[in-house]
């Protein structure tokens, strides 16, 4: 837990201001971008960043994430190739760097000669949809401690309140708050059903703050997660960007949505 | 007994297996696991189940001493007749159980991934005959190649939706499915066609289909006077013809088991499934086990001429049978197998499908004894197949 404590993550947390987080597919658009993205977003005031390990099979991601992991897979991205990009990723970036892919491509790495690479290189934390609480708990928990990473668990409106009791208890950083039942990159607003399902996390005062995500999209959306949560966090919506205007309009895009 | 090769109360086979599933998946599955062996101890659903079996599938399937066949190979084979199903594979005998779990689970909503899209037939017909909504998942390559299997679906009522990412065949199209499982959690059920995904479908679907060696016990005591053959022989994809045709028969290590994959053009020659050759450990679909991958963990493409067998892992059931020993696992080529199909077409008067054709192919490879009994899973009739078999004869 020591490693934990200097940890950027636990550091942004602790302050006031309710945090804008960015995922983004690394190798995409291009293979070249990943580390010209991060650092765009961080100057242009974006509070933390999730950079996506792309996979073949992204089960809990929609279209748009999909076709950029595919696409960046294309365009040559492998696990070793990422930590290389990162490799001095520390000299001009400090906010907190989250690691998010799926368990099938760090297993075959070896779990913990990619928490140490990832320390090596000063990611923060991971977070790995398709790695079960127990699993984790049971098989990986002192690895991933041992190397100073924070593991990120997620929360759905289907999850009982005895779970995210448990999830709170083994977790050292933050909540993820899926915002609703769906993959990634649905963006429809949030309706009562999800307000009401935002205040009643709030109202249980765990001890990890939560971060919301999932049809983030915009200022709008952006605004009333926040007013129930730490901070939140924008995927899909930021890769369409990417898509339609390319790498330069980064400033843009993120001053739409701190408004 | 110890159960050494059955599942154990956490959901492996061994290190196989466990349900390595996002936080979104949890309620579904966990729902599943929590219910599925008492609903199926229910005396009542027991019931319906073994009714439907009888008067709508048209259970026990014969257990046919090929007389021909065996001549030819100078041993005692019988075929365990799943061909003669409605529908026309054992696919039917698991989605009958599972839309009988689904409706006492009270979901309103049945969704299925298909490859050849045979389990899309079957679960189709089950959607059909207790009136339920049916939402099919087939890869857009896969719908333009098994266009009769989709013309079947939609006459059956259900609604066939193309899997337009990845590589756009079976392993997509389960994607696709998973991904609707997560945007509808509550109303409903996901009908997986194999021994594959999280715990506890391995076991579930394995229980659906252990009908198969169950009847195999007492037909084989009927003909024989023993309930007990010397080999069982099934084809894997996912393996649920397997996992049925093993079932009964895991435990008691003197009947051999022997699991056909498809070596496709040759297993070396980049395009193949054998997985227990090609595979190596890890997750695929919510399950650990073995797939094929690259160095890098990312899912690769197999290839069979057969639809059924061209899925890049393998059920953790099967996994656990092949890294332990306790089955035998062969390769067969595309090659091989189109002409076990066409001998037993011959031979016998039946058009395997190309999936079981490749369980045939072993007589070639295997020398049994003249006294040994010989039990071969006819997973599938070939109908679906002939255009396939023409093409290749130049019938």
Request: proline residues 4%.
């Amino acid at each position: 837990m020591k490693n934990l404590e200097m940890n950027r993550i636990n550091k942004k947390l602790q302050g006031d201001k309710k945090l804008l987080s960015i995922y983004f597919s690394a190798g995409y658009p291009d293979i070249d971008d990943t580390v010209t993205i991060i650092q765009d977003l961080e100057k242009n005031g974006v509070d933390m960043i999730e950079i996506g390990l792309p996979f073949s099979d992204p089960l809990a991601d929609g279209p748009t994430i999909q076709e950029s992991s595919t696409q960046a897979l294309k365009n040559g991205m492998t696990t070793n190739l990422l930590f290389n990009q990162l490799e001095n990723i520390r000299e001009t970036v400090e906010i907190p760097l989250i690691i998010m892919g799926y368990f099938n491509p760090m297993l075959q790495y070896g779990v913990e000669a990619f928490c140490k690479k990832c320390q090596d290189i000063g990611i923060d934390g991971l977070i790995i949809p398709d790695l079960p609480v127990d699993v984790y708990n049971e098989q990986y928990k002192t690895t991933f401690e041992k190397y100073g990473l924070t593991n990120v668990f997620l929360i759905t409106p289907q999850t009982s309140v005895e779970r995210i009791r448990f999830i709170d208890s083994i977790s050292n950083g933050f909540i993820y708050m899926v915002s609703s039942a769906s993959v990634t990159g649905s963006n429809s607003g949030f309706g009562k059903e999800q307000t009401q399902y935002f205040k009643r996390i709030a109202d249980m005062n765990l001890k990890n703050p939560q971060i919301i995500g999932f049809g983030i999209s915009n200022n709008e959306t952006f605004t009333q997660a926040t007013q129930y949560a730490k901070g939140a966090i924008i995927g899909s919506a930021f890769i369409k960007h990417l898509t339609t205007k390319g790498v330069g309009k980064i400033s843009q895009f993120v001053r739409d949505i701190i408004n | 007994m110890v159960m050494e090769y059955n599942i154990d109360e956490k959901g492996y086979y061994g290190e196989f297996g466990g349900a390595y599933i996002p936080e979104m998946l949890y309620p579904n599955v966990e729902e599943l696991r929590q219910n599925y062996l008492k609903v199926m101890a229910d005396p009542s659903f027991k019931e319906e189940f073994d009714q439907l079996l009888k008067d709508y599938v048209g259970r026990p399937s014969p257990l046919y001493l090929a007389k021909r066949l065996s001549e030819k190979y100078n041993t005692k084979i019988y075929l365990k007749r799943e061909d003669l199903n409605h529908t026309g594979a054992h696919k039917v005998n698991n989605t009958i159980g599972q839309i009988l779990m689904a409706q006492r689970l009270g979901k309103k909503r049945i969704i299925a991934e298909t490859g050849a899209g045979q389990h899309g037939v079957a679960t189709a017909t089950v959607c059909a005959l207790m009136g339920m909504e049916c939402i099919v998942y087939m890869g857009e390559i896969d719908i333009a190649r098994q266009a009769p299997n989709v013309a079947r679906m939609k006459m059956l009522g259900a609604k066939v939706v193309p899997a337009l990412s990845g590589s756009r065949t079976l392993k997509d199209a389960t994607n696709e499915a998973i991904r609707d499982w997560i945007n509808n959690p509550v109303d409903t059920h996901y009908i997986i066609g194999s021994v594959v995904g999280p715990h506890p479908y391995p076991d579930m679907v394995a229980r659906f289909q252990a009908v198969v060696s169950e009847e195999m016990q007492w037909q084989l005591q009927e003909k024989e006077g023993r309930s007990t053959p010397d080999y069982v022989v099934a084809c894997v994809g996912g393996g649920s013809n397997a996992a049925g045709a093993f079932y009964h028969y895991l435990e008691d290590t003197n009947v051999k088991l022997i699991a056909v994959e498809a070596a496709g053009k040759g297993i070396h020659s980049g395009e193949s499934a054998a997985t227990s050759v090609l595979g190596k450990e890890g997750i695929i679909h919510g399950s650990k086990t073995l797939l094929m991958q690259t160095n890098d963990g990312q899912i690769t493409e197999p290839y069979s001429i057969s639809a059924g067998l061209d899925y890049p892992g393998v059920g953790p059931m099967h996994a656990h049978l092949y890294k332990t020993g306790r089955a035998e696992f062969i390769s067969i080529t595309d090659d091989e197998a189109m002409t076990a199909g066409l001998r037993l077409s011959k031979l016998e008067g039946i058009i395997p499908a190309i999936e079981t054709s490749h369980s045939l192919a072993i007589l070639d490879q295997k020398n049994f004894k003249p006294d040994d009994v010989v039990i071969i899973n006819l997973s599938g009739r070939g109908d679906k197949d002939l255009q396939n078999y023409i093409d290749y004869f130049k019938l």
